[in-house]
């Protein structure tokens, strides 16, 4: 019962708030599919130079791998991969889901952009970045971060 209350409501607020067209404007269905590592983290070849890449909404970080069954395991493997600008351990929290979008990879036809706060020791300012679970992309580290060693 509670899910069906969750499932309508979600329609709904999609409905009107949300158009039929994505805003999304780093989506490639042609990239290539991500690997993983022998440390169970996505192999990261790129850096992005788009300060946008990641820090805004319209410009996620893209990481879907096989499927959305598992909602965590994705975020996991990115994360894992990364440190600071300077090798720094990094620390992620989920902070919210946002921003609904129309993607064929959902069963309710729509996702959501997790949101993620992402911490260092030293660091001055806080970084929120804004990943998709739904679609594919390049992946490429964001600027301001490096790849862990």
Known sequence: MNKSIFFIALL???ASCSSTQ???KN???NAPNLTLSKDNTFVITEYSKDKKYGYDKDYPINIFFNNTKNETINQQRFFNALA???GEAITY???ENCCPFPTKRSELGAGFLDVY???WEGQKKTITLYVNIYEKGILMVPVGLSLKK
Do not use: A, R, Y
């Open 84 to 86: 600071g600008p300077n």
């Open 27 to 29: 989506t490639d269905d």
């Open 22 to 24: 994505s805003t999304l």
């Open 117 to 119: 706060e992402v911490k």
């Open 12 to 14: 709904i607020g999609m």
């Open 93 to 95: 929290t989920k902070l």
